[in-house]
């Protein structure tokens, strides 16, 4: 087994131990970067430079302060970083040709609190120009393309945060979810994958698509590595006014409570005919296994589902229209010439329902109906402790399959779009494969209930053994 | 209501302006069927009723989240132009949107 296959808690492990130094472990992962991603295109930017200049200070400090790496939980782990997240001084696009000269002057606040966890960082991932996509197609700077099977997509829009974990390239990468950015990619490449309560990460410094709905995240190879991190990324920040002052649990101190006695729905509206039949019947399974784990099953009902992606269909497009008004090409980057189609699409569709006559029709009656969802989980979860979804209603398709058909392509995210309309978190990870395609399985939990998601994970993963790559 | 699914080219062009987007004859073409085709999808709401349901546009109950108004650390002026296409005296550059006549006569207002 090669080092840049370990999760970050082995990783962590063995360089505690000095089985490996952190100049070995990023080297190694450059290499792999250097042999796969020309075929995989994961990357937009590579920081060879940087990444190897940190890993040396890092084993300077291993060597000299040993205990530096106790205070510090992400000592020495080579990352990705979505490239809509800004990095002072590494040029940041968001995916976009906009932006393709666009180097910040100050880092995201996740950015700065994964650096000083002692994260490095390798370099950005690929993603849908702006995060509009679920396919990944929607880069200006080409598609990436899924390490189980190149000929089919990894799922967007945080696709090359997903496909670099998965084909071993970092050992975690960041990611954002506004509709179902990171769970889906993570179903589609057999990883673990965190959507954060709204607010509980801070968005500062991250290139906004739709304020309202917008949560940051990661993608990683087990749960334990996804509690890890979001106990170093969440917490309030006075940069962003949604994150409120709620305390940030110790994630992975509870993950090994059991799971006897905890409810868990089962959403009627989930598993109706649009719902792949295979997928359907891997997720039984799985729910079966957590019914072995002493889980309570139930079905639920959240009636105002099948509203759902029509809402979400009208507010994104209305608040990416009014957060993507700023780039004038004035103060960075270039004009309104250099979006591309699915931008000048959502730009135009929401710019529609904005405007003076529509305003009401759309944007204000899909806030209303939000309230509905909203209140059908809130509902729910008087009930149950935490609900199991399916992620997406197919397996990962081809590249190309869907990407002249916009409204096909929206249907992809018909899963997950709740969870960001109602503010909940979701945590996606693996439940099997179907013809050698990863399936993922989706957990969701009231507003700041992660550390119930974890732990529903954990036990599962323990259950059925630690997720394999090839 | 009138049905949105025939979204005139007209109005595709109407809205491209307000977005500040030049769109080339076969993209208004193209848009016009695709946003029609999503502007039916989304009319499934209609079928719900929401007369008095409160409008959701922040989740987890926040309200007036304010700061004190206190200055911190800030960019400095070289690091804010860094990005900029043209910049001129510590300024961006940016086209004049005003005529001069029109510009004096304001500056004779103020006056």
Request: net charge neutral.
């Amino acid at each position: 087994m090669k080092i840049n296959q370990l999760t970050i808690t082995e990783a962590q492990k063995g360089l505690k131990e000095k089985k490996f130094s952190s100049v070995e472990l990023v080297k190694t992962c450059l290499e792999e970067i250097k042999s796969k991603n020309p075929e995989i295109n994961a990357f937009i930017t590579i920081c060879e430079k940087e990444a190897l200049a940190q890993a040396k200070e890092v084993d300077e400090l291993i060597n000299h302060q040993s205990s530096t790496i106790n205070h510090q939980p992400l000592f020495g782990v080579p990352v990705a970083i979505k490239d809509n997240f800004c990095t002072k001084g590494i040029k940041t696009t968001a995916g976009s040709n906009v932006l393709k000269n666009f180097i910040p002057v100050y880092d995201a606040t996740v950015v700065d609190k994964l650096k000083k966890a002692g994260a490095i960082i390798i370099g950005k991932a690929n993603m849908d120009a702006w995060a509009h996509g679920s396919s990944g197609e929607n880069s200006d700077f080409g598609p990436t393309k899924n390490p189980f099977d190149e000929s089919r997509v990894p799922g967007g829009s945080s696709s090359g945060s997903a496909a670099a974990v998965a084909s071993q390239m970092v050992l975690a990468a960041t990611g954002t979810d506004t509709g179902g950015s990171i769970r889906l990619p993570a179903s589609f490449c057999h990883l673990v994958g965190l959507k954060p309560t709204y607010g509980r990460v801070s968005r500062y410094g991250i290139v906004a698509m739709a304020s309202s709905l917008d949560a940051i995240g990661h993608l990683t190879k087990n749960v334990e590595d996804a509690a890890l991190i979001l106990k170093v990324t969440a917490g309030h920040d006075k940069l962003d006014a949604t994150t409120p002052d709620i305390p940030v649990p110790d994630y992975e101190k509870n993950l090994q409570k059991e799971l006897k006695g905890l409810k868990l729905g089962v959403p009627k509206e989930y598993f109706s005919s649009g719902l792949n039949e295979e997928i359907k019947e891997k997720i039984n399974q799985a729910i079966r296994e957590l019914e072995k784990l002493g889980m309570e099953i139930m079905e639920v009902s959240l009636p105002h589902t099948q509203y759902a992606l029509a809402a979400y269909y009208i507010i994104q497009p209305s608040e990416v229209s009014s957060n993507l008004a700023r780039y004038d090409g004035i103060r960075y980057g270039f004009d309104r010439q250099s979006f591309s189609d699915e931008a000048k699409r959502r730009i135009m569709l929401g710019t529609y329902t904005l405007s003076s006559g529509y305003y009401e029709a759309y944007y204000l009656k899909a806030m209303q109906v939000r309230t509905l969802i909203k209140k059908d989980f809130e509902e729910v979860f008087k009930k149950v402790d935490v609900l199991v979804t399916p992620v997406s209603p197919n397996l990962p398709f081809k590249i190309g399959e869907k990407i002249a058909d916009p409204l096909e392509m929206y249907l992809s995210d018909v899963f997950t779009v709740t969870a960001n309309l109602a503010g909940i978190p979701g945590l996606s990870f693996p439940v099997g494969w179907i013809d050698n395609l990863p399936v993922g399985m989706q957990i969701l939990g009231p507003q700041f209930a992660e550390e119930l998601l974890f732990r529903v994970g954990y036990h599962y993963e323990k259950m059925t053994g630690k997720i394999q790559f090839n | 209501m009138r049905r949105i699914s025939n979204l005139t080219e007209d109005e595709v062009k109407h809205v491209a302006k307000l977005a500040k987007l030049s769109l080339t004859p076969q993209e208004v073409k193209k848009l016009q069927s695709q946003l029609s085709g999503v502007l039916d999808y989304v009319d499934v709401l209609k079928k719900l009723g929401t007369k008095d349901i409160e409008p959701t546009s922040q989740v987890t109950g926040l309200e007036n989240v304010f700061r004190s108004d206190e200055p911190g650390p800030s960019l400095q002026p070289e690091e804010v132009l860094k990005n900029a296409s043209e910049k001129n005296n510590g300024l961006f550059l940016v086209k004049a949107i005003l005529r001069r006549p029109l510009f004096l006569a304001l500056l004779e207002i103020k006056k």
